[in-house]
């Protein structure tokens, strides 16, 4: 059975533009694809870890190649176990709203978290990264307030899909469809704007409700 990670980066929750669209995304998959195993994750209501000063020394430690040792064996056992459940998912799907140009702190803090060396990523010190997972495909709905693509600088830059694909493209997860509302605030008609979204989204889940094998 296949298993899609539904990652939702709003607090908004029924107010969120970015859920709205990816809920009608996947309700649209798994009506086509009943079998699929759903697991979401709603950012707001996580007991996500700190990812501070211990943290991000023993991930540095790591990437030197030592192992975990005294207190830090139960902080990387807790890190571990939220990257294992990231990467057990074969397809993923994020809601994520603009904020301030980029993507929310919420978001930033689970990606540092499930970002680990050994785990979705290595490096090389000729070529670079490399990611280490395989055979995955990412589906993620960007919203915003104010930006849209081609816009005056003065409504904003987009730092939001750059940074969430270059991300995903490092832990190897290379094919990555965007549904886009962009803006939410300033579109002329907002409803409509909404409608194009959702039935963006249900055109691409019927694309891959017909390539997902579950």
């Keep these: 059975m ?9 607090p908004r929750g029924a107010e969120s533009k970015s859920i709205e669209v990816a809920d009608s995304y996947l309700a649209k998959l798994v009506e086509k694809q009943p079998t699929l195993s759903v697991d979401v994750i709603r950012l707001w209501d996580e007991d996500l870890p700190e990812f501070g000063e211990t943290e991000a020394n023993l991930k ?6 030592h192992k975990p040792e005294g207190d830090e064996v139960a902080i990387w056992e807790t890190i571990s ?7 057990s998912a074969d397809r993923y799907l994020f809601a994520v709203p603009m904020w301030n140009g980029g993507i929310p702190y919420r978001l930033k803090q689970y990606i ?3 970002h680990q060396p050994g785990l979705t990523w290595g490096i ?10 395989k055979d995955k495909h990412a589906t993620i709905v960007l919203t915003s307030g104010a930006y849209r693509p081609g816009a005056p600088i ?12 270059d991300w995903l493209n490092q832990t190897g997860i290379e094919i990555v469809d965007a549904i886009c509302f962009q803006p939410t605030l300033l579109t002329p008609v907002p409803q409509e ?3 194009r979204a959702k039935d963006a989204a249900l055109t691409l889940a019927e694309q891959h409700a017909t390539s997902l094998t579950v």
């Design 124 to 133: 090389n010190p000729q070529t670079g990264f490399f990611g280490l997972l």
């Design 60 to 65: 540095t430690k790591i990437m030197k190649g």
């Design 112 to 114: 540092d978290i499930v």
């Design 2 to 10: 296949k298993t899609l990670l539904y990652v939702q980066a709003s």
């Design 81 to 87: 176990r939220i990257a294992r459940r990231f990467m």
């Design 154 to 165: 003065g409504f904003g830059q987009d730092y939001q899909s750059t940074y969430i694909r």
């Design 193 to 195: 704007g909404l409608a």
